[in-house]
T-cell receptor, first 114, second 115 residues
Framework: NAGVTQTPKFQVLKTGQSMTLQCAQDMNHEYMSWYRQDPGMGLRLIHYSVGAGITDQGEVPNGYNVSRSTTEDFPLRLLSAAPSQTSVYFC?????????????FGQGTRLTVV | AQTVTQSQPEMSVQEAETVTLSCTYDTSESDYYLFWYKQPPSRQMILVIRQEAYKQQNATENRFSVNFQKAAKSFSLKISDSQLGDAAMYFCAYRAIQGAQKLVFGQGTRLTINP
């Protein structure tokens, strides 16, 4: 079972560079989301999507773009990386219209911006 | 907006003993879900236990149980017979029933198990 697959697992960027974090799920989940994890702050929601073609901002969206062209994929783009975006990033997915549904997480991407 | 607070950044316990991790939350909703997630050094987020707010009975999963106090908006996790494999970061999380499946996380508690 693949579940939620995130790539890459580690990445070092220079300030101003752009990159895309990939996220794919094979469970036909409608809901997908991106979180960032920083020490002492838990996980904070960046962007989320309730289906193909529909995205919305979370708590900390600045500096990030997303799109959802298919049910399976939800990439996160950093347009111009800044040191403040050094963090661990998690993608998660779940069913939208079922009660008591569990969120499944990818293994995370550790991003360092120098 | 909903908030989740974990006031214990770090906890430690002797192997085989019991430890309780605290979590409080704030919401105006009457129905919602609460979760505890475990994050070992591998970074993987693992669901430990979940509680539905409309259920008065506290959830239990083997050595893990919760003390859910809805009026006090408190949701603590008790780990019995602690094992070395329980060492991890633990996150408390809230999710509303209605609307999108947004999870709101606490700051996390790092649990150390002493042999």
């Amino acid at each position: 079972n693949a579940g939620v697959t995130q790539t890459p697992k580690f990445q070092v960027l220079k300030t101003g560079q752009s990159m895309t974090l990939q996220c794919a799920q094979d469970m036909n989940h409608e809901y997908m989301s991106w979180y960032r994890q920083d020490p002492g702050m838990g996980l904070r929601l960046i962007h989320y999507s309730v289906g193909a073609g529909i995205t919305d901002q979370g708590e900390v969206p600045n500096g990030y773009n997303v799109s959802r062209s298919t049910t399976e994929d939800f990439p996160l783009r950093l347009l111009s990386a800044a040191p403040s975006q050094t963090s661990v990033y998690f993608c998660a997915s779940s069913y939208l219209r079922r009660t008591n549904t569990e969120a499944f997480f990818g293994q995370g991407t550790r991003l360092t911006v120098v | 907006a909903q908030t989740v607070t974990q006031s214990q950044p770090e906890m430690s316990v002797q192997e085989a003993e019991t430890v309780t991790l605290s979590c409080t939350y704030d919401t105006s909703e009457s129905d919602y879900y609460l979760f505890w997630y475990k994050q070992p050094p591998s970074r993987q987020m693992i669901l430990v236990i979940r509680q539905e707010a409309y259920k008065q009975q506290n959830a239990t999963e083997n050595r893990f149980s919760v003390n859910f106090q809805k009026a006090a908006k408190s949701f603590s996790l008790k780990i019995s017979d602690s094992q070395l494999g329980d060492a991890a970061m633990y996150f408390c999380a809230y999710r509303a029933i209605q609307g999108a499946q947004k999870l709101v996380f606490g700051q996390g508690t790092r649990l150390t198990i002493n042999p």
